[in-house]
């Protein structure tokens, strides 16, 4: 069980490591009017997207194990579980929306401004402070 805790935690850090720095090269990207410049985010953006996404799918599976081995039956019937899932499920399309702003970057079809992204990078952190409390705490 603690080496489920382990490898679901090493890449659930891993995965937002991605999430934090994604958006931030968003920011920067539609701050940019050089070509050269817009290209080299292009290359960034995709290999962070391509690199972040095993980390997903890996503290999914290492989530999913711990709550089908011991953690739904400890604690399905608590709302502090709940809402972490659905904290979580959140995550995923925000991961997934980020990969979708990857190709709009990529085809130069970005419409956003930089000070849009700025709020939308915020989006993980706050998700992270809710979530690590509720599962750390398991108050309610």
Not at 1 to 10: C, D, F, S
Not at 21 to 27: C, G, I, S, T, W
Not at 96 to 109: E, Q, R
Request: net charge positive.
């Amino acid at each position: 069980m603690l080496w489920l805790k382990a490898l679901h935690l090493m890449f659930m850090v891993a995965w937002f490591a991605g999430l934090f720095y994604l958006p931030r090269l968003f920011v920067n990207h539609a701050m940019t009017d050089n070509q050269e410049t817009r290209e080299h985010f292009k290359l960034m953006e995709r290999k962070l997207y391509r690199f972040t996404t095993p980390w997903m799918i890996l503290t999914l599976v290492f989530g999913t194990w711990m709550l089908v081995d011991y953690a739904w039956a400890a604690y399905g019937s608590m709302l502090w579980l709940h809402i972490k899932l659905l904290l979580i499920g959140i995550l995923v399309i925000f991961h997934f929306y980020c990969g979708k702003l990857v190709k709009d970057f990529a085809n130069d079809s970005n419409t956003r401004s930089h000070v849009w992204y700025r709020y939308f990078n915020e989006i993980p952190a706050v998700i992270m402070f809710v979530i690590i409390p509720l599962a750390v705490l398991k108050s309610f």
